[in-house]
């Protein structure tokens, strides 16, 4: 069985940075590739940014490109997304999840995930 545990979010002000981590147990994390999404309430999950399962390969939503950076460290099993220059609209839970792939791709799509995590909050005040 695959775990994900989320950390690192917490309030900020706009303008300030937060670092989210993901820590995975279970099978190889490498096997994986793995995806940052967020809800906002009474909105949908939407995508955020993604990495491979090498780490080479990323992609990030437009609306946090240039803000926030998605990394990856395969002998710490953990999965880090970097946020700067934050907003009130990023205010939102934050979800990490994992993709068993056999490739280097990376998907945006929420229904590709097979794992995800419990979530931590993210509250930008402006």
């Known amino acids: 069985q695959v775990q994900l545990v989320e950390s690192g979010g917490g309030l900020v002000q706009a303008g300030g940075s937060l670092r989210l981590s993901c820590a995975v147990s279970?099978?190889?994390?490498?096997?994986?590739?793995m995806g940052w999404f967020r809800q906002a309430p009474g909105k949908e999950r939407e995508f955020v940014a993604c990495?491979?399962?090498?780490?080479?390969?990323?992609y990030h939503a437009d609306s946090v490109k240039g803000r926030f950076t998605i990394s990856r460290d395969n002998t710490k099993n953990t999965v880090y997304l970097q946020m700067n220059s934050l907003k009130p609209e990023d205010t939102a839970v934050y979800y990490c999840?994992?993709?068993?792939?056999?490739?280097?791709?990376?998907?945006?799509?929420?229904?590709?995930?097979?794992?995800w995590g419990q979530g931590t909050q993210v509250t930008v005040s402006s």
């Open positions: 999840a994992a993709d068993q792939v056999f490739s280097d791709l990376v998907t945006p799509y929420v229904l590709d995930y097979d794992y």
């Open positions: 279970g099978r190889t994390f490498s096997s994986y590739a």
């Open positions: 990495i491979s399962r090498s780490g080479d390969n990323t």
